[in-house]
């Protein structure tokens, strides 16, 4: 496709299941990020893949989230045993970045995800 | 790691005013400051990136400066529009180690007519 591709773009969950978030991003695209947007905050670092590279996980906030990057393209986000504050929207975003090349991020849509 | 403070949080301008939103971060060897733009129910986009070998950069309305001494850059609008009424993200990174790109919380920006 032609941009970032987020799904499913609405999940609503129960309190205790584990849910998974795919990003399709940009093809050639060799950064891959994943943030999260609670109501009225910020962008949340979670994790960050980089080429060939181990991911950057320093922004994952329990050991419930977890996140993988197969063959370098898609990636799936994996949040295990959901709580009610993980609800909030999870972006991913794909930019093409080297040594010197300074990626732009482009941002998909968003996964909204709520747990009641 | 990387820590990027923003401010102001909201910020309320008359059309035609200029807005000035500071973001100070921490890490001194982050080399690239971008800032996006997320319109209400859209994702970021974009704006404007500045690099930390330049202390400014223009494109049209929009300006931003750094000063690496203070570890702090700010994004300057001029002749705000209604349209220029948006969340705003600064970021930081040190791009050639390829870490993670880190935003600030963010400013609310409302341009009134």
């Known amino acids: 496709g032609a941009g970032v591709s987020q799904s499913p773009s609405n999940k609503v969950t129960e309190k205790g299941k584990d849910v998974e978030l795919r990003c399709d991003p940009i093809s050639g695209h060799t950064a891959l990020y994943w943030y999260r947007q609670s109501l009225g905050q910020g962008l949340e670092f979670l994790i960050y893949f980089q080429g060939n590279s181990a991911p950057d996980k320093s922004g994952l906030p329990s050991d419930r989230f977890s996140a993988e990057r197969t063959g370098g393209s898609v990636s799936t986000l994996t949040i ?13 975003a794909s930019s093409f970045e080297g040594r010197i090349i300074t990626g732009e991020l482009f941002f998909g849509e968003g996964s909204r995800l709520t747990v009641l | 790691g990387e820590n990027v403070e923003q401010h102001p949080s909201t910020l309320s301008v008359q059309e035609g005013d200029s807005a000035v939103i500071k973001c100070t971060y921490s890490d001194s060897a982050s080399n690239y400051f971008p800032w996006y733009k997320q319109e209400l129910g859209k994702r970021p986009q974009l704006i404007i990136d500045i690099r930390s070998n330049v202390g400014e950069k223009k494109d049209q ?38 870490t993670a790109l880190i935003f600030g919380k963010g400013t609310t920006l409302s341009v009134s007519s």
């Open chain 2, 61 to 98: 309305r929009i300006a931003v400066t750094l000063n690496k001494t203070a570890k702090h850059f700010s994004l300057h609008i001029t002749e705000t529009q209604p349209e220029d009424s948006a969340v705003y993200f600064c970021a930081a990174s040190i791009r050639q180690a390829g």
């Open chain 1, 80 to 92: 295990q045993r959901t709580q009610q504050e993980d609800s909030a929207v999870y972006l991913c």
